[in-house]
């Protein structure tokens, strides 16, 4: 038996398959991981050839990222003691600087999303982003590297995969103003005034909402940045700018066609003192946060970087309708699957 979803944005989604195997078996499902595994040795490639080193991330920690959008972590007994899931290795990220000067990783994360983003195209419980750091680096680096990462991965597919694209009804012509890069860029203050003007009521000191990512995405045929944050509305590892007090140096890469986001990233907090400042005022207990407060007394490098979802770039590349299409054992918020 399989489930219809409604969906809020006037579409509806697939059915989610009864079994797994009804999903791996049908052929959209198998093109879809052959253009992803394509992808993920594209992102290797090209990552690698810059001088990054790859690393297996921590699937089990003290401590997670807490700047998850409304989702909730998952606690585990560690003999004894409780930690958390990953919901996000950014800590562990700017952790590695100390050793590597760039590093990347393929990260699976787990979170329990609210009830409501099973409708929305782009939320799983469980997923995985290509998570990347670069030491002593800016925001614009990590722009510029994430601009010409996503043109790179999209333009091997279309290259080398025309098949695939072909079974899954996905027009090549679609890519031509990404793959030559160039992404657009736009404020989150004239996001929000150009969502307002549209009769969409955005919250001009928080993130996009989901609905308001769609929006302006749909009205695009290239990707494009969102910079410029209002500090509140991200997690305390995003720098405040120093000459631009309340915004944030961070940014994220939305996609064409109605995709919405695709990554999100940030030139990192990495002094002591500012962490502890920006912990509290974001609500968190600098106390939970021993072993990476500790990390940061002793000198934390500056940096820079962000995480692109594998299963909403897969999505998008692929012209798949829901993100649980590009998983091969998808976990889909409030519904119980293998």
Do not use: C
């Not at 290239?222 to 140096?249: M, N, T």
């Not at 600098?286 to 897969?314: C, N, Q």
């Amino acid at each position: 038996m399989t489930s219809t979803i409604a969906e809020p944005y006037g579409r509806i989604a697939p059915a989610f398959p009864a079994s797994p195997d009804q999903h791996l078996m049908a052929e959209p499902t198998r093109a879809t991981l052959r253009v992803q595994s394509r992808m993920l040795a594209a992102t290797r490639s090209f990552l690698t050839g810059q001088g990054f080193q790859e690393l297996l991330p921590p699937v089990i920690g003290p401590v997670t990222d807490p700047g998850i959008r409304g989702s909730k972590q998952v606690d585990i007994d560690f003999y004894g003691h409780k930690y958390k899931l990953m919901t996000s290795a950014i800590l562990y990220k700017q952790a590695s600087l100390m050793a590597f000067e760039k590093i990347f990783y393929i990260a699976p994360n787990v979170r329990l999303e609210p009830l409501e983003t099973a409708v929305t195209h782009r939320h799983l419980a469980e997923f995985h982003q290509i998570d990347v750091e670069i030491r002593d680096a800016g925001r614009e680096d990590a722009m510029e590297l994430a601009e010409r990462l996503v043109a790179h991965v999209v333009d091997e597919v279309v290259r080398e995969m025309p098949g695939e694209l072909e079974l899954l009804g996905r027009d090549r012509d679609a890519f031509r103003e990404v793959v030559q890069g160039a992404f657009a860029r736009t404020t989150h203050r004239e996001a929000t005034a150009d969502l307002v003007a549209l009769g969409h009521p955005q919250d001009p000191g928080a993130e996009i909402d989901w609905e308001g990512e769609e929006i302006l995405s749909a009205k695009t045929s290239r990707p494009f940045f969102v910079v410029d944050y209002p500090k509140g509305s991200r997690g305390f590892y995003d720098q405040e700018d120093a000459d631009r007090p309340g915004i944030l140096r961070n940014f994220d890469l939305i996609a064409p066609e109605g995709y919405g986001e695709l990554a999100s990233g940030s030139e990192r907090e990495h002094d002591y003192a500012a962490l502890v400042t920006r912990m509290r005022e974001t609500g968190e207990n600098p106390a939970k946060y021993g072993w990476y407060l500790d990390l940061a007394r002793r000198g934390i490098p500056a940096s820079a970087g962000f995480g692109i979802g594998l299963e909403r770039f897969t999505r998008y590349v692929t012209g798949r309708t829901a993100a649980w299409e590009a998983s091969a054992y998808p976990k889909l918020p409030g519904v119980v699957s293998a």
